[in-house]
C-alpha cells in the first residue's frame, strides 16, 4: 500500500473540512482557508448525507476532519476512498460559534503550524495551546 504524502495547503486545493454538525468547527476553518486564498467548503459527518459527502469528498483535494476519529464517521457513510486526510484535532465543540475568538486563534496556529510541518494530526498541544 502506497504511502500519501502530505504537504501544505496550496490555492489550487479544494479542501473539505468536517466536524460533526457543519455549524462552528468547520465553519471557521472554512474561513481561515477562503482568507489564505484556499477553497473549503464546511459540512457535518452527521447531516450531510451519504451522496452528498460521497460528491464532495470526490471533488476535494484534501479532507480536513476537527476531531480525531471521524474520517472514520466519513469512510463508513461512502463508497470511495478519500484523498489525503488532515486532523486539526480542535476537541468536541465547545465554541458554538464559527466567529469566537478563541476558535479562530487556535485554527490559525494549528494551520501554521501544519504549513510548517505537514502531519496527519495536529492537536492544541502541537501548538502550545491548552483546553480547559
Same mark, same amino acid.
Given at each position: 500500500?502506497?504511502?500519501?504524502?502530505?504537504?501544505?495547503?496550496?490555492?489550487?486545493?479544494?479542501?473539505?473540512?468536517?466536524?460533526?454538525?457543519?455549524?462552528?468547527?468547520?465553519?471557521?476553518?472554512?474561513?481561515?482557508?477562503?482568507?489564505?486564498?484556499?477553497?473549503?467548503?464546511?459540512?457535518?459527518?452527521?447531516?450531510?448525507?451519504?451522496?452528498?459527502?460521497?460528491?464532495?469528498?470526490?471533488?476535494?483535494?484534501?479532507?480536513?476532519?476537527?476531531? *480525531?476519529?471521524?474520517?472514520?464517521?466519513?469512510?463508513?457513510?461512502?463508497?470511495?476512498?478519500? /484523498?489525503?486526510?488532515?486532523?486539526? +484535532? @480542535? !476537541?468536541?465543540?465547545?465554541?458554538?460559534?464559527?466567529?469566537?475568538?478563541?476558535?479562530? *486563534?487556535?485554527?490559525?496556529?494549528?494551520?501554521?503550524?501544519?504549513?510548517?510541518?505537514?502531519? /496527519?494530526?495536529?492537536?492544541?498541544? +502541537? @501548538? !502550545?495551546?491548552?483546553?480547559?
Amino acid at each position: 500500500m502506497a504511502t500519501i504524502q502530505l504537504t501544505p495547503f496550496t490555492t489550487t486545493d479544494r479542501v473539505l473540512c468536517v466536524c460533526q454538525y457543519g455549524h462552528s468547527r468547520s465553519v471557521a476553518l472554512a474561513r481561515l482557508l477562503h482568507s489564505q486564498n484556499i477553497q473549503a467548503v464546511s459540512i457535518g459527518w452527521q447531516t450531510a448525507g451519504r451522496k452528498f459527502i460521497e460528491m464532495l469528498v470526490l471533488e476535494s483535494t484534501k479532507v480536513v476532519t476537527l476531531q *480525531d476519529g471521524y474520517l472514520g464517521k466519513i469512510l463508513n457513510q461512502i463508497d470511495c476512498l478519500a /484523498p489525503p486526510h488532515v486532523c486539526l +484535532d @480542535v !476537541g468536541p465543540d465547545r465554541w458554538v460559534n464559527p466567529y469566537n475568538a478563541e476558535l479562530a *486563534d487556535l485554527l490559525s496556529k494549528m494551520f501554521t503550524s501544519y504549513q510548517a510541518d505537514p502531519r /496527519p494530526h495536529v492537536t492544541p498541544a +502541537d @501548538v !502550545g495551546h491548552v483546553l480547559p
